[in-house]
């Protein structure tokens, strides 16, 4: 049985989530990415293998290196999920200061 990983269960692990952040910057090879941590190359190369089948990286071969990329596909996927939450809280947030400001105003009177 081959089951789809999930990309919101991929970033809950915040060694991936790190690696992500990582990636954002630039291309980078599994071995130049462990070296960015203090585990087992093994373990980096199964948050790897987590993230492309979750389709938020995607592998390019040079040579004899393989690089990892960032699939701006994939993360569109997290990103439209997390908008509606954004703007909400991005409302919450003017309103309170909204209210703060009047009740600086009316303590100035």
Known sequence: MNLRR???QAIADPT???I???LAAQSLTAGAIAASFNTARPTV???LQ???EC???TQEQKGREMYYHLNPVGMREIADF???FRQMWDERFNQLESIL?????KATE
């Open 20 to 22: 992500l952040l990582l």
């Open 101 to 105: 400001q009047a009740r600086q105003a």
């Open 16 to 18: 991936r989530r790190a």
């Open 45 to 47: 190369s199964k948050h």
């Open 55 to 57: 389709e938020l990286l």
């Open 50 to 52: 987590i993230l492309t």
């Open 82 to 84: 997390i908008e509606p």
């Open 6 to 8: 999930d990309a919101f």
